[in-house]
Nanobody, 114 residues
């Protein structure tokens, strides 16, 4: 069964840091590229960062230089370290494959506000 469980979100001040995690089904994690997406209120879901099975990484222009994606194959977990956070980073963050499966987790809310 395909499953994604995101965690680690919260409220942080502008300029602060946060790390979110996603535990994925083992079969999915070992086969596919893993991706973080986010969806802000009233906006479409957008791709934030991708890490392939071989460790190749790509970021959306809006987060380059501030966010870092990584994966731990032993734990079937993908991480997103977010630094220098801005109010426009406020969103629900989800992980999935790239392209995404039809299965989505509950996401984790990240709110950047003073």
């Amino acid at each position: 069964q395909v499953q994604f469980v995101e965690s680690g979100g919260g409220l942080v001040q502008p300029g602060g840091s946060l790390i979110v995690s996603c535990a994925a089904s083992g079969s999915i994690f070992s086969i596919y590229d893993m991706t973080w997406y986010r969806q802000a209120p009233g906006k479409q879901r957008e791709l934030v960062a991708v890490i392939t099975r071989d460790g190749i990484i790509n970021y959306a222009d809006s987060v380059k230089g501030r966010f870092t994606i990584s994966r731990d194959s032993a734990k079937n977990t993908v991480y997103l370290q977010m630094n220098s956070l801005k109010p426009e980073d406020t969103a629900v963050y989800y992980c999935n494959t790239n392209p995404p499966t039809r299965y989505w987790g509950q996401g984790t809310q990240v709110t950047v506000s003073s």
